[in-house]
Nanobody, 126 residues
Framework: QVQLVESGGGLVQAGGSLRVSCAAS????????MGWFRQAPGKEREFVAA????????YYADSVKGRVTISRDRAKNTVYLQMNTMKPEDTAVYYC???????????????????WGQGTQVTVSS
């Protein structure tokens, strides 16, 4: 059974930092891109960041570019999202996802991802 389990969410003050993790089990995703998405209350799910299969290329939404870093440890089947200089508008449930196909450039559309975690709540207080 494939599982993606996020952890590391919590409450942080504006300007602070937080790192969320996503551990995969049930299969290896070392040949697949991984992505992070988030959904705030009353809003649609949006793309945050993605990383290609070997970690050599990363992609970010404009809203987080320069403040967020995605990385992965292929040996641990784990992907990370380091968030710095956080803002109240970063408050959301953060989900990790695994691409449904092995491809060179990770997609930004959620429907392209086959596996999803249950999400972890991140709250940024002002």
């Amino acid at each position: 059974q494939v599982q993606l389990v996020e952890s590391g969410g919590g409450l942080v003050q504006a300007g602070g930092s937080l790192r969320v993790s996503c551990a995969a089990s049930g299969r290896t995703f070392s040949s697949y891109a991984m992505g992070w998405f988030r959904q705030a209350p009353g809003k649609e799910r949006e793309f945050v960041a993605a990383i290609n299969w070997n970690g050599g290329s990363t992609y970010y939404a404009d809203s987080v570019k320069g403040r967020v870093t995605i990385s992965r440890d292929r040996a641990k089947n784990t992907v990370y999202l380091q968030m710095n200089t956080m803002k109240p508008e970063d408050t959301a449930v953060y989900y990790c996802a695994a691409d449904r196909l092995p491809r060179r450039r990770p997609p930004e559309a959620g429907y392209e991802y086959a596996y999803w975690g249950q999400g972890t709540q991140v709250t940024v207080s002002s």
